[in-house]
């Protein structure tokens, strides 16, 4: 079954609006999660790790004040898209370790968001 | 920099035949991979992994190949089957740093 689960899974809004995604490890917590893109046909790009309690850490080229992350507890990460676009539709996936010691485990990744801006 | 796919390779075998997806890593200082299948519109599977102390590996009818001299990783599907189809990505970490560097990914269409 799944480890790490992804709401809401589909969303369809109006361009100007600020839209929230939430990623859960489910019976497991998680330090560390990280928050990917992935437009049609593509790879996934990582956008940014997430850390609890902390800030989280963003790649190259992404827009801290687009893209807010918290990491408000052991579970649970949010990523809030703030004023979206049509050009921040895409795939949003959030992946997180099951373990302690990540770098030599293999992610687990939620089911990922469709966010859609009209 | 990180790896991007802007036109996906496709791979097309008959059910039955054994499968073989191909991918180039970036990266010499990466020492941990993945091979992660993606359906459509789901988040990425995991499949098997390899360290880089080795340079084969098997699970239940998939085998991981690792060429480290030519930064070269195989996954190999015996059987194909049609649940098989969907993207496959390869990816590389360099465990001293935390990034997982994923590959432009394979679609494969398994034909009954």
Known sequence: GAVVSQHPSWVICKSGTSVKIECRSLDF????????????KQSLMLMATSNEGSKATYEQGVEKDKFLINHASLTLSTLT???AHPEDSSFYICSAPLNRGYRNQPQHFGDGTRLSIL | GESVGLHLPTLSVQEGDNSIINCAYSNSASDYFIWYKQESGKGP?????IRSNMDKRQGQRVTVLLNKTVKHL???IAATQPGDSAVYFCA?????????????????????
């Not at chain 1, 917590?29 to 049609?40: L, N």
């Not at chain 2, 599977?45 to 992994?49: E, T, V």
């Not at chain 2, 590389?92 to 009954?112: A, C, H, M, N, R």
């Open chain 1, 29 to 40: 917590q998680a330090t560390t999660m990280f928050w990917y893109r992935q437009f049609p």
């Open chain 2, 74 to 76: 195989s996954l190999q």
């Open chain 1, 81 to 83: 898209v703030t004023s």
């Open chain 2, 45 to 49: 599977q995991f499949i098997i992994d």
């Open chain 2, 92 to 112: 590389e970490i360099q465990t001293s740093y935390d990034k997982v560097i994923f590959g432009p990914g394979t679609s494969l269409s398994v034909i009954p």
